[in-house]
């Protein structure tokens, strides 16, 4: 389980008193749009300006009689409001205050991520930066292939999290859509111009058409777009993890004073941050299989998606929200150990110079299958033997006909692995 969670801003913003908050806005916009069209007093009004209000306890009282959320808050603001109260909700259906609502809701966490995202993208930037140049071994399926360098990862997570930025900013668009329609969502009893001044007056845009409920989709996005995220904050984090371990130790969590990473073993440094953050994401993609089971609803709608949403929206938003927190402290106070990531580059014997060989062997003049065989040959030999690949290259004749010392001397010089750092940052907006 997560420590208390301290966002408050986030919590905020799913606490069941903002929630009825943003109803009670919902519907007195609603009835300065019904007045300004005539239809009902403007004085009352008025009244229900003045007087709307409510009170969580009371509701939760009256709900647990009526079993109807909305029926209990509407009851309750009644009770403050009085006689004219029966303007209150005139033509509307549930819907239209619990769906508008939760897309209030829904835009205002979106807002609080992307400036967490943000955050984190212009953090990683500055680590990039930092380490730009600093070379560290490069891996593919867990063993070294040719060293690159510890920014230009950092640069893909940079780029990484700008995509993010841009598909949350597709999903904040797409839920941001209000819904004052009526049962059907026909507009029976309504007019459409009600539904075009509430969502004007509470930031959002009307949806073109709807059922008595907002199409699904929209909040699917959102929490596919979370569980994206979500995926990209692990793929970072299981990076570190990986680094962090005692045999690469490339790199470590900050680690406090006082902090303790194990109770039977006080040597222990952990990378605790970076596994939280990663088996938090596997609770967003779950809830993003359940918001794609909340699409199709029977005809106009059915009540199977509410329950899921009260869990998975909240959850969904806080929880990201929590590990940007987490991951961004990380990256902020990363130990990175330059001297372990020349040390591992150094591991193999030269071996990480196989395919420059190589290219400098087809370069004079020899065919690749040849210069395959004599690299690989001597690769293996220096692995089996544990010594030096440069010195074995050195020694073979075959080689040696085509290649001149000064030759092997360039072969085996690492600056061809950051030659083109700058070219690639400059891509990446990382200048």
């Not at 007195?28 to 300004?36: G, N, S, T």
């Not at 990484?160 to 841009?166: A, C, F, K, V, Y």
């Not at 959850?315 to 929590?322: F, G, H, P, R, V």
């Amino acid at each position: 389980m997560i420590e208390r969670y301290t966002l408050p801003e986030m919590g905020r913003i799913w606490s069941q008193d903002n929630k009825l908050q943003n109803w009670l806005k919902i519907e007195i916009a609603a009835c300065e749009a019904q007045a300004r069209l005539g239809n009902i007093p403007a004085e009352a009004v008025e009244i229900i300006k003045e007087r709307a209000a409510f009170n969580v306890e009371r509701i939760e009282q009256i709900e647990a009689e009526v079993h109807h959320d909305v029926i209990a808050f509407l009851t309750n603001v009644a009770e403050y409001v009085g006689e004219p109260s029966k303007y209150i909700h005139l033509g509307m259906t549930s819907s239209d205050i619990l769906d508008t609502g939760l897309a209030m809701q829904m835009r205002d966490a979106a807002d609080i991520i992307t400036d967490k995202l943000q955050r984190l993208r212009q953090i990683v930037a500055q680590q990039a930066a930092k380490y730009k140049y600093t070379l560290n071994m490069g891996r593919s399926h867990g063993v070294h292939g040719e060293p690159s360098t510890f920014g230009l990862k950092m640069a893909l997570w940079y780029t990484d999290l700008e995509r993010d930025l841009i598909r949350w900013s597709q999903a904040r668009d797409h839920i941001a859509y209000g819904a004052v329609s009526g049962a059907m969502g026909n507009f029976a009893h309504l007019d459409p111009r009600v539904e075009e001044s509430v969502c004007q007056d509470v930031g959002l845009k009307p949806c073109p058409v709807s059922t008595q409920v907002i199409q699904r989709d929209r909040h699917a996005q959102f929490l596919t777009t979370i569980a994206v995220i979500g995926a990209s904050l692990e793929k970072i984090a299981t990076e570190i993890r990986n680094l962090q371990r005692t045999e690469i130790l490339e790199v470590e969590e900050p680690f406090r004073k006082g902090q303790k990473g194990s109770s039977a073993m006080p040597h222990k440094r952990n990378p605790m941050m970076s596994e939280r953050v990663a088996g938090l994401s596997r609770v967003l993609r779950g809830n993003a299989v359940a918001a794609l089971e909340n699409v199709a609803l029977w005809h106009e709608r059915d009540l199977t998606h509410s329950s899921v949403e009260r869990v998975i929206i909240p959850d969904s938003c806080i929880i990201l929200d929590y590990m940007l927190e987490k991951l961004t402290g990380v990256i902020q106070g990363l130990v990175v150990y330059e001297d372990n990531m020349t040390r591992n580059i150094n591991l193999t014997g030269g071996l990480i110079f196989s395919q420059e060989l190589m290219l400098h062997l087809i370069d004079k003049g020899m065919l690749r299958e040849t210069a395959y065989r004599l690299v690989q040959d001597n690769a293996m030999k220096s692995w089996s033997e544990r010594c030096s690949f440069k010195q074995l290259v050195s020694d073979d004749p075959e080689i040696m006909k085509v290649l001149s010392p000064e030759d092997v001397e360039a072969v085996f010089d690492m600056s061809i692995y950051y030659k083109n750092v700058d070219y690639i940052f400059q891509r990446c907006g990382l200048e």
